[in-house]
Structure formats: C-alpha cells, structure tokens
C-alpha cells in the first residue's frame, strides 16, 4: 500500500472512531435526560460502527502505535461511562439494582487501566503493539450489545450478556498478558489447539462463581439462568477437548505442551465441577477422593515417565473415562434443571439418588481406567521400583 493511500485510509479510521465516541456521548446524555430507547438506537449505531471499525476499516493494521493507543483508551473509557451511567440511574431511582451490573464496571475499569498500562510499557520498550485478538473485538461488541439490553430493562437477558461480557474481557486480558510476558526472543504464537486447552483452565474459576451465584450451597436454588449457563460452559468445555486434539493433528500443530496441557486442562475443569457436586450434596466425600487419587497417581505416573525422557500418551481407557465424565457432568446438570425433568415421566421420583449413581458408575470407570494406565506402564514403573 501506498503512503498516500494509507494516509487516506488512516485518515478516514481516525473520522470513523471519532463519529463512533460522539455516538457513545449522545448515548451518555440520553441516559441521564431518561430517554432510554433513543440511548438504545445509538448504541445499536455504535456497535455496527465498532464492528466495521474492527473488521473492515481494519484501522489497527496501519495506525501509528499512539494514536492506536488513545483511540483505545478513549473508546474504552466511553464503554465504561456508558455503563457506568446506567447502574447510577438505576441506584439513584431506587429500582432493584443488578448487582451484576456493578461487577461489569469493575471489569471495565481494570480492563481499561490494565490495557493502558500495558500498551504504554510496550510502547517505551520500543515494541510494537500486538494487533487485536478475537477475543478483544469479541469483547467490544459483547459488552456494546449488552449496553443494549440493560437500557432496555430485559431482564431475562441481562445477566446471560452480562457474564458473557466479562469471560470475554478476562480472556482478552489474559491473551494480551500472555503476549506481553513471553520472552520476545522465543515469541511464537500459541496453537489455536493450545488455545482451546487453556481455555478450559481459564474458564474453570468462573464455573465455580456461575454454579454458586446465589450463595447457596444449595444448587436447586441457583437461578434457572445460571443453571443453563453451568451446563453451557461445561458442554464448551467438552467441545474444546474434542476439537483440541483433531484441530492439533489436522493442522500438523501437535506439540509436547499439548500432550501435557489437555490432559491437565480436563483434571483441572472435572475435578473443580466434582468438587461443587460434593458441596451441593450431588456426590459422597470418598467418591470424589477415590477419582482424585487415580488422577493424582497417574499424574505422578507422567511425570516420571518424562524425568526419563518418555511421553505417557492417552490411552483409549482414558479417553472413555473423559467422555463418560462429561456425559455423567452434563446428564445431573440437565436433571438439575426443573422444567427439564419435568419433561420425562418419573425422573422427579429417581433424582434423589440420580447424582450419585451417576458418579458411582463415573468412579467405577475412572479407577478401571487408572488400572488400565498402571499395567500398560509396567515397563515405566521398572526403572523405579
């Protein structure tokens, strides 16, 4: 390209953003003169124009690194007033106030000054600001569309966008702090395979908020929208350990990291999710103990298999036991969900104890499974016994 042409094409970004921040200040005066529909139709402007902005006019490809930067900020910091304004206008009316609303400015915010930060350190090193992920342009618009909902006062929405919002920004902010904090010399970009298996451990952490948002250990009692959103995350979390795997073979991407990661990933998010079983009283202490234990053992197992420079691959065993987790996972989250076992006949007389011959056959298969690992490593276990 040209330095004519790409003057012209930076020029005509740099209008574009500015057109898109008055936008999100008409929206800031509407709010607070109660004019919540128009403040709805500019935002529903703004996010068209933030996604052009990021898909289109592809300003970040070709903009100088400081104009990117405050560009960035000022479109951040609009975000957050924007936001912002409407959790004081519902507090100062007195209406019941999400407080989810309040810990989606404290995410803003951090992202806001994290970013900032961040890109400024980079910029006085002397390096070149890393362009901006999927994750960060699906953050912009999730949290532009739930401006949306919340000036609308659509309940039944608000909190499903809410939280989706903030898994987005963390995942934006911990690929930015990945970037940043990989040595420049061996710099390379992360697998997309790789980045499905970290997902699992990033997400895991925010199943445990989801699974207890009401604060009761009782998880009969979560909202029905919790309750669906626990059972998304955790079919996301069995359709990323699908895809890792063939996306890493397909692409010719399998590495050393991945056959230590996805495994670790999966011990990671099953064992939290049976931890919160135990809690809410859906699986006995020695159940849960008994599959810590054989994870733990064949861990241990791997490890000792790399000290001499070996990789322990997963066996089929494994694999099964994997799957038939997720399954028995997802069959005691959907029987958690009333209006689901209402649908077939019986299961509201069976669920009592439905949980927990669920984990009795989980566990059963689990230890077959860790048998299975011992024997077939008989030739590991020699070099130390």
Known sequence: MSEEKTSDVRLRTRVWSVLRALVFVAVIIFIWQGMAKTACAFVSIALVMGWVNLYQLRAQEIEKPYYRLWLNFIDGALSFVVMTSIFVRDFMQNEHVEKLLAIGCVFLLAR???????????????????????????????ITATMAVYLLNLEDYQQISMVT???????????????????????????IASQLTMSRIVLTPFFLWVFFYDNDLDYSNNSLVFK??????????????????????????????????????????????????????????????????????????????????????????????????????????????????????????????????????????????????????????????
């Open 228 to 385: 669906v959103l626990s059972l998304i995350m955790v079919l996301g979390f069995m359709l990323t350990d699908f895809l890792d795997g063939k996306l890493a073979r397909a692409m010719g991407e399998v590495s050393t990291l991945g056959k230590y990661l996805d495994p670790f990933s999966d011990k990671i998010s099953n064992m939290t999710i049976f931890m919160c079983f135990i809690a809410t009283g859906y699986a006995p202490v020695w159940m849960v103990a008994v599959i810590y234990f054989r994870e733990s053992s064949v861990e241990t197992l791997r490890t000792l298999a790399a000290s001499e420079g070996l990789i322990m691959p997963a066996r089929r065993s494994g694999k099964w036991k994997t799957a038939l987790q997720g399954i028995g996972i997802v069959a005691i989250l959907l029987g958690a969900i009333d209006p689901v076992r209402a649908l077939v006949p019986g299961f509201n007389e069976i669920w009592p104890t439905f949980p927990t011959i669920v984990m009795g056959v989980i566990t059963t298969v689990t230890v077959l499974s860790g048998v299975d690992y011992f024997v077939s490593s008989k030739h590991i276990l020699k070099k130390f016994v």
């Open 112 to 142: 806001l000054i994290g970013s900032t930060l961040f890109s400024l350190g980079v910029l006085r090193e002397g390096k070149q600001l890393p362009r901006k992920r999927r994750w960060s342009k699906l953050s912009n618009i999730s």
């Open 165 to 191: 919002s903030i898994l987005l920004i963390v995942a934006a902010m911990v690929a930015y702090a990945y970037w940043y904090y990989r040595d420049p010399a061996h710099r390379k970009p992360l697998s």
